[in-house]
């Protein structure tokens, strides 16, 4: 659509380019968007606050941190939304300690409206990451620097709770979201039992992203009375993931119980649960390409099995 109104000769606008960038990014056409941030500088949109956090995000989603960063930096009137995207771009991405330093550093800037909700969802998950990482030197003194003043064993998960308690001083509601994030949080660091509490004490009744935390922990720690309990909850709260049947099938395998590691196999076969198909993509002249197991959808795909079967002679030759 994007191309059609550029052919028509309609120029785009602040409005129009963090929407297709917001496309680029979820199919993760990083050259396609390096082309849409091209007309954008053409046609002096590069630094609009909309326009720059639609760079931001789009960047950050395709993993290319730098660059997400490099366009933060110029945005001139910074607002939330783009404190936001360049935190939980920097999280997302597995930089967990750059991106509290940035939350820090939007407190300290005295941005309108900040922390909201948003922030706190992107923040929290990388404080859950970083407790599970042990706490060295270099850390200790990353977490000086930033002004924190934490110990470094128990910072980020201190950070954490410190963070979920003053939310209300924040003005920001604590919604079930947030509370999945500090179960991630608990559970990660290993406070199981702590993380079982939170969920008792919810004011709402605790869905599938909090239970689904719970899982993921007890799969991390090998609590596989607690991941029983979980998973119990999933079945009910989120029946067609197939993920949340592999997680315990596989914790029941790594602790021998084979017999119950293949019912629950035989219960999705039986439900006809199937996890998503992996695929991979390559992205060549702006166009996206994805290839999965058995699919014969793509149209060259007569050419590009003979290309295969080429070079898998050549390989059987050559050995």
Known sequence: MYDDMRSRGIRANRYTYPFVLKACGAGKAYKRGQVIHGH???????LDLFVGNG????????QEVKMSRKVFDEIPDKD?????SIISGYATNGYVYEALLLFHAMLKDGVIGAPDSATLVGIL???AQAAVIHAGF?????IIKSGMQLDAALGMLEKGWQMFESMEAYGVEKMEEHYACMVDLLGRAGYLNKAVEMIESMPMKAGKNVYGALLGACRIHNNIKLAELA?????????????????????????????DASRLRKLLREKEIRKPTGYSSIEVDSIRHVFAVKDESHPFTEPIFETLEGLDRIMNEDN
């Open 40 to 46: 954008a500088v053409k046609s002096g949109f590069d």
């Open 55 to 62: 760079l931001v995000a789009f960047y950050a989603k395709c």
């Open 80 to 84: 939330v939304v783009s404190w936001n």
């Open 125 to 127: 998950p990388a404080c």
């Open 138 to 142: 270099w850390i200790h003194s990353y």
């Open 231 to 259: 998973a119990d909850k999933l079945f009910v709260l989120d029946p067609a993931n197939a993920g949340r049947y592999v997680i315990l099938a596989k914790m029941y395998e790594d602790s021998g119980r084979w017999d």
